[in-house]
Structure formats: C-alpha cells, structure tokens
C-alpha cells in the first residue's frame, strides 16, 4: 500500500502543487488540487486513480496514465541555534 492509494485529492490544501509527468513522451506540468477536483465527477477520488486516468495535455499526445508527485509550498527554515 502507498501514500497514493492512502491520500485522497480532497485531503491536499491549496499550497500543494501537483506534479504529473506523462508515461510516454515524459512531458511534466504543474496543476493544483482545485483544477483536477474540477475535472473529476466525485471528491472522493484517490491519488493513485487520478494518476491511472489523468491524460497528458501535450499536443499529439493525449496518453493517459501519469506518474504524479506533490509539491508543497511552505515556508521551510533551518534549526537555528547553537551549543551552549
């Protein structure tokens, strides 16, 4: 069991971004949680079933089936400090 088939796409926030990279001709594009939950008929949608039937949007291309990742866009600092 991965994280893909444990998360859903209505569990990301706003701040993640989706990276999809076709199977095929290996194009990568970015897209956020709110356009793809636009796409798809309910919000309880798994990660691993949005990867099996998102198709490339490449010219000529149209394969459907992607490798997805997520992109988080947090602030994200160092420990700042030291030994005593």
Known sequence: MSWQEDMKLRDLDDSTAIEATCMRCLYMWLQSPVQLLIKVDHRD????????????PRPGCRHVGVRI??????DTSGFVGGMP
Do not use: D, P, R
């Open 45 to 56: 949608v798994y990660m691993n079933e949005v990867a099996k039937n998102l198709a490339c």
């Open 69 to 74: 990742s997520l992109i988080k866009h947090q």
